[in-house]
């Protein structure tokens, strides 16, 4: 069988953790602890080391989710859980204060990754908060010589989590898909 492995970024609270749940063929495996700085104001529980969540795509490929803490302070994780990966799906957050600060925040964390790996980005909370909408951020990321796929997306919707995968597969082998 075929193994493949796929990282999942992005700020606290941006949904990395739902997006692995609502795609993984099994249940996956959390490691969440209380929040205990400034990431209580987003939520009670954060990742601390990683998500894990495994798809399927037929009896020969299997597809390992890999979701990283949103803290820096956990950053160490960032590189470990990169080591081996075929593709980067970066969530952000567009109800934070400065998305786009966050975008380049992770586009230079991860650009080690992104030279050899592609990237795709899905948008979360535009229902709350529109904008900046999706051009602004294809925009953004066309200033610094990315041309990727860039989605609305809710990660709590298997499908919208599905389209950002799909794209991420398709970049890399046009006959793959979820």
């Not at 495996?29 to 399927?56: F, N, P, W």
């Not at 590189?79 to 230079?108: A, Q, Y």
Request: aromatic content about 8%; some cysteine.
């Amino acid at each position: 069988m075929k193994e493949n492995k796929i990282i999942f970024t992005g700020p606290v609270g941006v949904g990395k953790t739902t997006a692995i749940t609502a795609l993984s063929d099994e249940p996956p495996v959390q490691t969440d602890a209380s929040a205990s700085d400034m990431t209580l104001v987003r939520k009670g529980y954060t990742t601390v080391a990683m998500d894990y969540g495994v798809i399927c795509l037929d009896e020969e490929i299997k597809v390992h989710l890999y979701g990283t803490p949103g803290q820096e302070r956990f950053n160490f994780m960032w590189e470990i859980l990169s080591k081996g990966s075929m593709g980067l799906v970066l969530l952000l957050d567009n109800t934070r204060t400065n998305p786009l600060k966050d975008l380049k925040f992770f586009l230079d964390a991860f650009q080690e990754l992104l030279k050899t790996a592609p990237l795709v980005v899905g948008v979360t909370k535009m229902d709350i908060r529109s904008l900046p909408g999706v051009d602004v951020y294809q925009k953004y990321l066309a200033q610094h010589n990315f041309n990727v796929p860039v989605f609305e997306i809710d990660a709590r919707r298997e499908d919208d989590v599905k389209q950002l995968v799909s794209a991420m597969l398709f970049s890399i082998d046009p006959g793959l898909e979820v």
